[in-house]
């Protein structure tokens, strides 16, 4: 499965296919058609030769893990989104997990942020090293991870010491405020984190096609990851934000699959 040091990334360039037939839980509505009124880029993930007959297929699904921080649930809408595509790619499973909460329950009950999905566990730093790829989720803080994700990261310093996390692919998705509030800052100036543990980040770059590129409404997210508009915190993700979490990712499903063929 690809555990321990990590994956040595193939020579081999990805060749562009259009994603079609992402599976879809019961419990979610498929994805609408979206139009392709902007530029002619299509949706793209990795795609493998011959993988139905590799020693990958027939072996324990690789994981990847879906950590994130979400305060007043934006950031969960994403991940759950996100599971799906990552559950949509043959041999490979998305795990979802919360990180720590660090505030009291009288400030957090003071800011009105609601009860926590019990069903979600809350994951310890140690618990990264058995994962083959990471996402990581939170809102911003003035341009920057909120505190609670910071501390997690934080606390992962026995993983630096023993390159735990070195080689493994991870990404990003992010909550922010208002249209200038840090869909992208919030994922780059989180980019040293990963640096530090020796990690490959995978950003999705413009492989969502069309849909990076339409203006006819308010969406979150960028070319670093999947993101959402919170507002006051009372609007909820559009369905182009949600879309763009499961390409996202079945994107990194794919990048995963490709490193453990390698």
């Known amino acids: 499965m690809g555990k321990g040091g990590g994956c040595v990334p ?11 037939g992402v599976q879809h839980s019961a419990r979610e509505a498929p994805v ?10 299509e949706e793209v993930t990795p795609s493998f030769e011959d993988a139905s007959s590799s020693p990958v297929a027939n072996a324990q699904k690789l994981k990847i893990f879906i950590v994130f921080y979400s305060m007043y649930g934006h ?6 989104r996100m599971k799906k595509g990552v559950d949509g790619m043959e041999g490979v499973e998305g795990l979802l997990f919360r990180v720590p909460e660090t505030l009291p329950p ?35 803080r003035y341009g920057c991870m909120a505190a609670q994700m910071k501390a997690f990261f934080d606390s992962t310093g026995q993983l630096w010491k023993e390159q735990k996390l070195a080689g493994k692919p991870a990404g990003f998705f992010v909550s922010t405020g208002t249209q ?34 339409k203006m006819d409404s308010v969406r979150g997210g960028s070319p ?39």
């Not at 193939?10 to 079609?20: A, D, L, N």
């Not at 009288?106 to 994951?123: H, R, S, T, Y």
């Not at 950003?203 to 590129?213: D, E, L, R, S, V």
């Open 10 to 20: 193939s020579k081999k360039h990805f060749p562009s296919v259009t994603s079609e």
């Open 32 to 41: 609408e058609a979206r139009s392709h009124s902007g530029p002619s880029v």
């Open 75 to 80: 950031v969960e809408q994403l991940a759950r």
């Open 106 to 140: 009288d400030v957090l009950e003071q800011m009105k942020v609601p009860p926590k999905d019990n069903d979600i566990p809350i994951i310890s730093a140690a618990e990264l090293a058995a994962a083959d790829g990471i996402l990581f989720g939170f809102p911003t």
């Open 180 to 213: 200038g509030g840090g869909q992208e800052t919030t994922a780059w100036t989180a980019i040293t984190q990963l640096c530090h543990h020796g990690m490959l980040f995978v950003p999705i770059g413009y492989t969502f096609g069309a849909g990076m590129f």
């Open 224 to 262: 670093y990851g999947a993101g959402v508009f919170a507002g006051d915190s009372t609007r909820e993700a559009s369905e182009t934000e949600l879309a763009l979490a499961e390409h996202q990712g079945k994107y990194m499903a794919g990048v995963v699959k490709r490193l453990a063929l390698a």
